[in-house]
């Protein structure tokens, strides 16, 4: 038998590493890559689908990558309402829902809790209801949640300040937060996980406020915080990519620097492709991405509960953590479920751009 030096085994093994990594890459997340050639149903399905509104650039992409997954060619009806982030409307557009008849109902609640009436009745109408984007915490009577981990998006942030301060000496942090819509899954979570590591770190929190998602609340929030708090902060936690850059047209107007090399370290969430550009261009220094792309997944599960396969209760969207410098290549830290993990920081380039949703 032939003994392999140290060296060899090592090339070796590290090939079948990126062997591994490339299937990974090509085969494991087929499922959220916008392709679903192989499934046909048998039926033709009439969909009802109670979006949150057009808030967000993430919001945006969600919707057209379930209008294109549940789509004619594939099928399906659908019915989409824009519930324009009114909890009163999106209720009502169930109800419509029920009241048709329809196959599925898709639901991205606008808030977690309230759910319990409505959902009861969906499920004596016997129709099954998918819920996509952020979680329904007050009744389970729903088939599957198909999302991100919004608590893991803001530990991932934690760690990576965390790391950043370090290497760079910043010894006081001092941290202004423009939140999402309070009693969404994605504002509670991001607000859970990043809150952990400003207890542990003894972080200064001075002000947090909701910015709704959109860019017209991260700015109205950020001029009252510059009027407030000016030279007071020192680092900026927008829960999306859309009032960060709100908040960055408040910054410029009352002219406080920001992003690398500036007084103020962004943070933002969704990496979207204008947010990305922020942080290639180094506005935004750490931007964590929530992947919106749930059509072809939603198309799936469909399919799975037509043909009588059994669905997992929950599904969660892959993401990639991004920043504007090469100082952090990974972090390490404990996610939602108590487990280790190791995650890289990938430094942003013009591929990672176009790449992006
Ligand atoms: O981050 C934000 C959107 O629920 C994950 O809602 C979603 C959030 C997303 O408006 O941009």
Redesign the pocket.
């Known amino acids: 038998m032939r003994i392999l030096s140290a060296g060899k085994i090592k090339r070796f093994l590290s090939l079948i590493l990126v062997f591994a990594m490339t299937a990974f890459m090509l085969f494991g997340c087929a499922s959220s890559s916008g392709r679903n050639d192989s499934i046909k149903l048998k039926r033709e399905l009439y969909v009802g689908f109670a979006q ?1 509104g057009h ?5 945006s992409a969600e919707t057209n990558s379930v209008k294109e997954a549940l789509s004619k060619e594939n099928g399906i009806t659908l019915e989409l309402v824009d519930c324009d982030n009114d909890i009163d409307v999106q209720r009502e557009a169930i109800l419509d829902f029920i009241e048709k008849g329809v196959d599925y109902i898709l639901i991205a609640p606008i808030v977690s809790t309230g759910w319990d009436d409505i959902l009861e009745k969906a499920e004596d109408a016997d129709i099954p209801v998918i819920v996509i ?2 979680t329904i915490d007050d009744s389970e009577n729903y088939v599957t949640w198909l999302g ?1 981990e ?1 608590t893991d998006e803001g530990l991932a942030a934690g760690e990576w300040l965390k790391s950043y301060a370090n290497e760079k000496g910043i010894k006081e942090i001092n941290i202004l937060e423009v939140t ?1 819509n309070k009693g ?1 899954s ?1 504002e509670n979570g991001r607000t859970a996980g990043f809150h952990k590591y400003i207890e542990y770190e003894g972080w200064n929190i001075i002000d947090s406020l909701d910015g709704e ?1 959109t860019e017209e609340g991260g700015k109205r929030i950020m001029d009252l915080f510059c009027e407030e708090y000016e030279g007071q902060f020192n680092v900026i936690v927008s ?4 009032m960060a850059f709100g908040i960055m047209e408040s910054l410029d107007a009352h002219g406080i620097s920001y992003g690398v090399g500036g007084d103020v370290i962004i943070i933002s ?2 990496a979207c492709t204008a947010g990305l550009k922020k942080v290639l261009d180094g506005s935004i220094n750490a931007d964590f991405q ?1 992947n ?1 792309l749930q059509g072809p997944d939603c198309l799936k599960l469909i399919s799975d509960l037509e043909n009588g396969i059994e669905v997992q209760p929950e599904t969660t969207m892959s993401e990639t953590w991004y920043a504007a410098e090469d100082i952090i290549p990974s972090i390490t830290y404990f996610n939602s479920m108590g487990e280790e993990v190791t995650e890289p920081i990938v430094v942003v380039d013009e591929k990672a751009v176009e790449d992006a949703y």
């Open positions: 949150v808030e967000s650039d993430w919001r984007d952020r991100s919004f999402g969404s994605a998602f829960q999306n990519d859309n969430f969704d929530c919106p």
